[in-house]
């Protein structure tokens, strides 16, 4: 028994056809070349000497607080801006809500997603390559020729088949395919970055009122005991017959109203609790460690008089909002010639 190895290829065409082909496509290629063309999708570039004034200001520094001066030209921004606040608490919770929030990785995979499809994007201008092994076993019949020299009947065949082929993008399409892949990762991207910030701002607000609700509670219950005692004293003077009976009724009436204020800002601790919780991703029963004073927070020492414009173009809301125009400007490009110009379209493809 012997293995008869056979590859199949595709069947060229004739030098002098395939010749033909390619300089006529050659030829061509200036004339399709207009269809292409669109805008560059580059951004205004903005004046360099926008101000707010026609002088400068100059301002005293207060006590304790240094102005520092910020211009235009290098716009910087710290990311990790509220570790100048000076918490580790705050910190940690921040580094969590990050880690465990599930809306933060709902976005996350959304992200994921759409950068696969920008990367499918991309490979259609890419050659695709196909490749193939197909092994068999023949028996032929015995009333007719054999196949093998040696006469035997029964047989192995091995089939490798190789195929590479490339669809010629003349005009743009799978170039503005792909572009528009790209652009929607960028847009999904713009929204990860905009939710991560909502996220850091919310814990950071709910962290801050928390630690005020702390310090107002623990105010609120000292004038609860300064009330206890006080009505005690009253209570103790009336029975001896020093005081009447309405100063009594007066110490119990501010009593109850510092318990009410009390339990009303213990329901208001207790809120911002479970609601930290939920940002920082766990259960209201998990034990959670909060910053419970404003003292553990430090104001920074230096503050910029006034922020450049320029910062806004880090907005992830604008940069979204770029990355969707230019999604939907793509396929809008080669309109106008083909409205002017009759241009048409059709797919080339070439294959060996």
Known sequence: MRSIHSIQRLHRQPQG???????????????????????????????????????????????????????????????NWWQALGSDKLNKLIAQAQARNPNLASQQAALNAAQALAAAGQSALLPSV?????????????GISPTLNSGQSLFNLHTAQVQVSYALDVFGGNQRQAQIGQALADQQAAL??????????????????????QDSLKLTREVVALNQTALN??????????????????????????????????????????QLAALVGQYPNEPLELPTSLAQFHLPTALPLSL?????????????????????????????ARRWR???????????
């Open 17 to 79: 056809r395939a010749g033909l082909v390619k300089w006529g496509v050659l030829a061509c290629l200036p004339l399709l070349a207009s269809c292409t063309l669109g805008p560059a999708g580059t951004p205004p570039v903005l004046p360099a000497d926008a101000g707010y004034t026609q002088m400068p200001i100059a301002l005293p520094a207060h006590a304790g607080m240094v102005i520092a001066p910020q211009t235009a030209e290098n716009p910087t921004l710290c990311t």
């Open 130 to 142: 196909q490749a193939g092994f197909f092994p068999s076993r023949q028996s032929q019949a015995k």
């Open 192 to 213: 990860l970055a905009a939710a991560r910030i909502s996220l850091i701002n919310n814990v950071i607000l709910a962290a801050v009122n928390y630690a005020a609700g």
């Open 233 to 274: 004293r009253t209570q103790q003077q009336f029975a001896q017959g020093q005081v009447p009976q309405l100063n009594v009724m007066l110490a119990q009436t501010a009593l109850l109203q510092a318990q009410s204020t009390e339990a009303a800002l213990e329901k208001q601790a207790a809120l911002q609790r479970d």
């Open 308 to 336: 450049p414009s320029a910062l806004v173009q880090n907005r992830p809301d604008i940069v979204a909002a770029g990355a969707s125009v230019h999604a939907a400007a793509a396929p809008m490009v080669a309109i106008p």
């Open 342 to 352: 009759g241009c048409f379209h059709p797919p080339i493809n070439f294959g060996r």
